[in-house]
């Protein structure tokens, strides 16, 4: 648990976006699979979602529909729009620029000292 | 399919919030059933699970406040929480709610009134179209706008800047429809009065230039609209009747629109009528002489495209090739353009001072109740640190707190506004109806538009924002564990140290405010009260005036003469009258007839010439008997100084050190009139006033009626009798003398009601700011003394039990209150002092340094102190020590 990473600002409506890709979920099912494809490295408190999926719904990008879960209650169910999609991999291109950038300036080492 | 969406959620988080709230709230607690599903599959019992899946989720409420953020919909629907929280508050605390409200609905209210007339007299344009390119024609030299009629006729024809141009004289006429005749004043007009200011009938038809043949050949009258109303009842027959103005046959053409009343603001004339129709009207016929200066103003519309600099050279081009022309009549002809509803700079800038004066004025008002307010809230804030402390504990933002108050002061101001505004409407409504001088057609509609509805809003807006910012400081420092723990307010404690805060910086500017309006207004007061006592040259008490015209009832020439000296006699013989005397125009009446005079060398008699521009004044020889004005020098006249003996005159006193350099030498000395008679000065009478009681000194001639015949009139009838008796043996004399003649009747006292009206107008209105800044000043004394009361209870309270002295007490709790007061009347004294010497200009003999405004605005002060801490010094004297302590 202690090493687990503080999400970055604004990461969160891209991990969830990656999370609703891959098929309809609902929100605790949406938390499961952001742990399942990070290997539960990233912390994430459970209401924090609620803000952001609402948020993703108001702007367009996420759609919500009522149904059954697995354990047979109601819940409500998150899908991409098409919309969605496009700013997922418009979002991941540019994460992806941004951590090699980071990443590689991190890496080089100073000539003198 | 995602705007549909997007939207549902839009429409329902506006709404329907309570749907969008129960089914957050369900898959809330969906996912912490799910949670808590894992958790028992994981080996805990059912509850253990269901509390751990909740504790895990996180702060539910503080979730869902930033979902609802989230969705946008949030200030809508927390701004009506904080309303319904706000109203809810406010009706906890009835007695705040209604002080704070009558004070704001005051202090709205006033400026409301001040902003309606400003808007009235000042920003309304006259209700004509395109009033925006109309424009006055005035002298610069002189800054007036009267014209001579064959001036007009050639800056007509010969300017190119103006599409058309038109003029007018107020004149008044006996009006007799076929029964009691009245006294009715008009515009005499230029023919296309009507075509240049672009209006149309309301009934009827108007004349035109096309109607004018010559002098006497347009025998036409339009009334207007509020004339037809209440003189003709609305009957729409009037079209082509015909009625007796002067005892001339007048055809009604029409009626003028109801929302057209004349091209003055203030003015409003019952009829108009052509300007060739002079002689039969005015009894004079002046349209062939240029130096005669008759009509009282000149307007017209700008052409499209021209600029005012433009017009006012082209204007002077014509001025100077007028000058060149007819040296004689016509010096210093350059103009300048000025806005006709006030009739432009001759009333303009003395209004336009006045009111943006008023307008300051009423703005500090709002800005002490502001104050005041402001103070208000910052003690209830203080009061319910309590509260605000135990919300920011239970999670509650700051922000969220502050908005509450904003709520809280924008829904007091909102309100206060609303009943302010209300109450200056019924006060303008009756302000609208008020004729200020009864004999004369004044009066000035200022019922709100739009502009005052829209100004009160704001002004409502922006003093809620203003008094409910004072508090922010406080909240935003407020710290709850400390507050929560020393179970009292902790802050407050602090505030109230020796540490001068806001609140009485406030109080002392809001003290200092009120001291400036009192101070004013009793200097507005006292110059009134002096103003009519003061010397006018001749004495207003125990007289009584009846002024008509005898060309109202047809008489001119001789005919006229000899019934003046008949109406003289017969009012001698009523018993009780002393002295009856005939004046052409009453001094200080509204009205008055200058002259150029010269001296007796003078040979070239054109304007530029003249020595001075004197005051005239065709009295009879009783006259100065019956007006008390006293001659200093040489004798009055006599009814022998007829057309058949040599022309003399009176001349005030000022008249002969102009003229002739000293009284003595003026006396048996001879000077020139306009016309070029020569005339000897007889006698030397007391200065006086004459057009307006603030004016500056002015000179004077009195010339004798036989020689100056006029058919304007005023009677002075000097008698110790009772007015109301004498008024009507006056009335049934002279109507035995003719009973056509149309006479107004009235005291010498109410008939100086017009030269009085600016100071009174003054004086009213300071007097009702000044009542309205002491009770602000009442208030927030009272505020501040019963705070620091109540604050300091137990302190007093041990002070008592210890055996304090009532002295000290009282002292302890009211030090500080009565020292800002006493602060603040200083300052406020200090700036009255020098605001009174603008006041100077519209109240004759106002002066602030008079012992008795200075004691009376101490006075004053110090009552409002006493008054204002009686009831918390009573408290505090009343402090129970047991009671108190045992209480904590």
């Known amino acids: ?113 | 399919m995602r705007i549909l969406d997007s939207l549902r959620l839009h429409i329902l988080t506006l709404f329907h919030p309570e749907t969008v709230r129960a089914e957050m709230e369900e898959e809330l607690r969906s996912h912490i059933a799910h949670r808590a599903d894992d958790l028992e599959h994981s080996g805990l019992i059912r509850a253990e699970a269901e509390r751990r899946a909740r504790i895990e989720f996180g702060g539910r409420e503080k979730y869902k406040e930033e979902i609802h953020a989230s969705l946008g919909g949030h200030l809508i629907s927390t701004g009506f929480e904080d309303l319904r929280y706000a109203v809810r508050v406010l009706r906890k605390s009835p007695g705040f709610t209604i002080a704070a409200v009558s004070t704001l609905a005051l202090a709205i209210g006033a400026n409301a009134v001040v902003f309606s007339v400003l808007n009235a007299l000042i920003l309304r344009p006259l209700n004509v179209p395109h009033a925006d390119s109309l424009y006055t024609l005035e002298h610069g030299g002189y800054k007036d706008q009267s014209t001579s009629y064959p001036d007009y006729l050639d800056l007509r024809e010969r300017n190119r800047s103006f599409e058309d141009l038109a003029g007018y004289i107020m004149i008044l006429v006996g009006f007799d429809t076929g029964g009691n005749p009245t006294q009715a004043w008009g515009y005499e007009v230029t023919g296309n009065y009507f075509d240049a200011l672009g209006i149309h009938p309301y009934l009827g038809r108007f004349f035109h230039d096309a109607d004018e043949h010559g002098p006497n050949s347009a025998p036409y009258l339009v009334i207007s609209y509020a004339y037809w109303h209440s003189n003709f009842q609305d009957d729409r027959g009037v079209v082509g009747r015909v009625v007796q103005v002067n005892k001339h046959p007048y055809t009604i053409l029409g009626v003028a629109p109801p929302e057209f009343s004349g091209t003055l603001v203030f003015f409003f004339p019952d009829f108009w009528a052509p300007m060739v129709e002079q002689e039969q009207l005015q009894g004079l016929n002046v349209l062939n002489e240029r130096g005669q200066r008759d009509i009282y103003m000149v307007f017209g519309h700008m052409k499209p495209g021209v600029t005012p600099a433009q017009a006012i050279g082209d204007l002077n081009s014509v001025g100077s090739f007028l000058e060149k022309t007819y040296p004689k009549d016509d010096g210093y002809m350059t103009f300048s353009l000025a806005r006709p509803g006030l009739a432009g700079d001759l009333l303009g800038p003395g209004v336009k001072g006045f009111m943006t004066g008023m307008m300051v004025l009423s703005g500090l008002i709002l800005l002490a109740a502001c104050a005041n307010l402001g103070s208000l809230f910052a003690a209830r804030a203080a009061d319910r640190s309590r509260e605000v402390a135990l919300r920011l504990a239970l999670g509650s933002s700051r922000r969220r707190i502050l908005r509450g108050v904003f709520t809280e002061a924008v829904l007091i101001s909102l309100v206060g506004g609303a009943v302010g505004l209300l109450g200056s409407i019924v006060l303008l409504r009756q302000l609208s109806m008020w004729y200020p001088v009864p004999q004369f057609p004044i009066h000035v509609p200022v019922n709100p538009d739009a502009k005052v509805y829209l100004v009160a809003l704001l002004l409502a807006l922006a003093s809620g924002f203003l008094f409910g910012a004072v508090p922010v400081r406080q909240i935003l420092h407020t710290n709850p564990y400390e507050v929560v723990k020393s179970g009292s307010t902790g802050i407050v404690a602090g505030n109230t140290g020796r540490r001068i805060t806001l609140r009485d910086v406030l109080l002392v500017a809001q003290i200092a405010i009120c001291g400036v309006l009192v101070t004013s207004s009793l200097v507005a007061v006292r110059g009134l009260v002096r103003s009519m006592h003061s010397k006018f040259g001749f004495e207003p008490r125990n007289a009584i005036l009846a002024d008509t015209a005898l060309r109202m009832a047809g008489y001119s020439g001789d005919r006229a003469l000899a019934m003046q000296r008949r109406m003289i006699d017969s009012l001698e013989a009523i018993p009780g009258v002393k002295s009856v005397g005939l004046v052409s125009q009453i001094p200080l009446g509204g009205g008055g007839e200058t002259e150029d005079v010269f001296t007796g060398q003078t040979a070239d008699l054109r304007t530029s010439n003249a020595a001075a521009n004197v005051q005239v004044f065709k009295i009879s020889p009783e006259y100065f008997h019956a007006a008390g004005t006293s001659l200093v020098a040489g004798r009055a006249f006599s009814w022998q100084d007829d057309l058949s003996s040599p022309r003399v005159a009176v001349v005030n006193a000022l008249f002969a050190r102009k003229i002739f350099g000293s009284e003595s030498r003026a006396l048996g000395n001879y000077y020139k009139r306009e016309d070029g008679t020569r005339v000897q000065v007889v006698g030397i009478a007391e200065d006086g006033k004459y057009y307006q009681l603030t004016e500056d000194p002015r000179a004077a001639m009195f010339l004798p009626f036989p020689q100056s015949p006029s058919t304007m009139m005023c009677l002075v009838v000097r008698s110790e009798r009772d007015p109301q008796q004498l008024a009507s043996a006056i009335r049934s004399t002279l109507r035995g003398l003719d009973a056509s003649l149309p006479v107004n009747i009235q005291t010498w006292t109410e008939g100086l009601g017009i030269a009085l009206f600016p100071s009174h107008v003054a004086t009213v209105a300071l007097g009702v700011l000044g009542a309205m800044g002491a009770m602000l000043s009442i208030t927030g004394i009272f505020g501040l003394a019963s705070y620091s009361v109540s604050k300091r209870m137990r302190e007093l309270g041990i002070r008592i039990a210890l055996g304090a002295q009532r002295k000290e007490v009282v002292q302890t709790a009211l030090g500080r209150p009565l020292k800002l007061l006493a602060i603040g009347s200083a300052a406020g004294l200090f700036m009255g002092i020098l605001a009174a010497r603008v006041l100077a200009h519209i109240v004759y003999t106002a002066t602030s340094r008079d012992p008795l405004v200075l004691s009376g605005v101490v006075l004053a002060m110090s009552l409002l102190g006493l008054l204002a801490t009686w009831i918390p010094a009573r408290r505090a004297l009343s402090v129970n020590p047991l009671i108190l302590l045992r209480e904590e």
């Open chain 1, 1 to 113: 648990m202690t090493d687990q990473a503080q999400l970055l600002p604004g990461t969160l409506d891209l991990l969830i976006l990656r999370a609703v890709s891959l098929g309809p979920l609902h929100g605790y099912g949406i938390l499961l699979r952001i742990g399942q494809i990070s290997d539960n490295a990233l912390l994430i408190e459970q209401g924090a979602l609620y803000p952001g999926l609402f948020r993703l719904v108001r702007q367009g990008l996420l759609k919500a529909s009522w149904g059954t879960s697995e354990n047979n209650r109601r819940a409500k169910f998150y899908e991409l729009t098409v919309a969605g999609r496009k700013r997922l991999s418009e979002e991941t291109a540019s994460w992806n620029r941004l951590a090699t950038a980071i990443a590689a300036a991190l890496s080089q080492q100073p000539e003198e000292a």
